[in-house]
């Protein structure tokens, strides 16, 4: 079961057209949604350029790339998930290569269980993703605004020769008197004084 309400999108890149069409038939309906499939690095790279992908799942070896470095560099963007299939002979080193970058590796043959249990992981793991983005969006916007009320209490300090005191309660008991947000009252200063 997967997170209700859920669709994540998947770029498949794949040279085998065998592989990939076996792959998203084993996708289930409603919960993998759009499912783009490439036939190597350099095409998974410009529409990595132009969409953001939830999961990134590469059949390695591609005809430009060993697929270690198509991963790491899909991983670097920090939203999305990447699956990194490898022949046996290969899984060893290509998991050595990618797994500091947190990137999933299988290796091939891949069963239908194993698969299904990797997209679970994958999912868990793109909305802990979710949670992180939130969590530093947030704290972006709580410095943003900190920044907004620091430069409209220097306009006040330079302006109305206020204390920084002064220019803090000032502000609050606008924010509270007109019953709008600090933030409002320190844009209607910064717009004031410009």
Known sequence: MMFDGREYS????????????????????????????????????RALTDTRFDFVVINAPLPDDNGTRLATDVVSDKSCVCLLITDADSFEDANFKVLEHGVFTLARPVSVPILNTALNWMAAARERLRTQEKKALSLEEKMEEIRLINRAKWLLIENLKMTEEDAHHYIERQAMNRGITRREVAESILSTYR
């Open 10 to 45: 998947i770029l498949l890149v794949s040279a085998s057209e065998r592989f990939a069409s076996g792959f998203r038939r084993l996708l289930p309906e409603g919960l993998y949604h759009p499912v783009r499939v490439l036939p190597n690095a350099a095409s998974a790279r």
